[in-house]
Nanobody, 117 residues
Framework: QVQLVESGGGLVQPGGSLRLSCAAS????????MGWYRQPPGKQRELVAT???????IYPDSVKGRFTISRDNAKNTVYLQMNSLKPEDTALYYC???????????WGQGTQVTVSS
């Protein structure tokens, strides 16, 4: 079992920045592909970024160049640096831990990000 706790959400003006953190516990952090997903109001959950233990990252075009995912295996933590935020980035952001070889998939409770003037 993996427990995930997100933090760092809040209200920010358009063009501003936020840094989300996700602390993991309960298993060997480095075994998991870590990711961030978001669910805008009234919409389905969507991918924001993923990072493998080796540091390979994936971003959709909607956030590429503005968001950066990173991980610190020593601290069992994954981060999402969000710059140049737009109102359409407003969503509940979820941390995810996934390990395909064992069919494991864990979610945090989510942290709200609101981009508004």
């Amino acid at each position: 079992q993996v427990q995930l706790v997100e933090s760092g959400g809040g209200l920010v003006q358009p063009g501003g920045s936020l840094r989300l953190s996700c602390a993991a516990s309960g298993s060997i952090f480095s075994r998991y592909v870590m990711g961030w997903y978001r669910q805008p109001p009234g919409k389905q959950r969507e991918l924001v970024a993923t990072i493998t233990n080796g540091g390979t990252t994936i971003y959709p075009d909607s956030v590429k160049g503005r968001f950066t995912i990173s991980r610190d295996n020593a601290k069992n933590t994954v981060y999402l640096q969000m710059n140049s935020l737009k109102p359409e980035d407003t969503a509940l952001y979820y941390c995810n831990a996934r390990r395909l070889s064992t069919n494991e998939n864990y979610w945090g409770q989510g942290t709200q990000v609101t981009v508004s003037s």
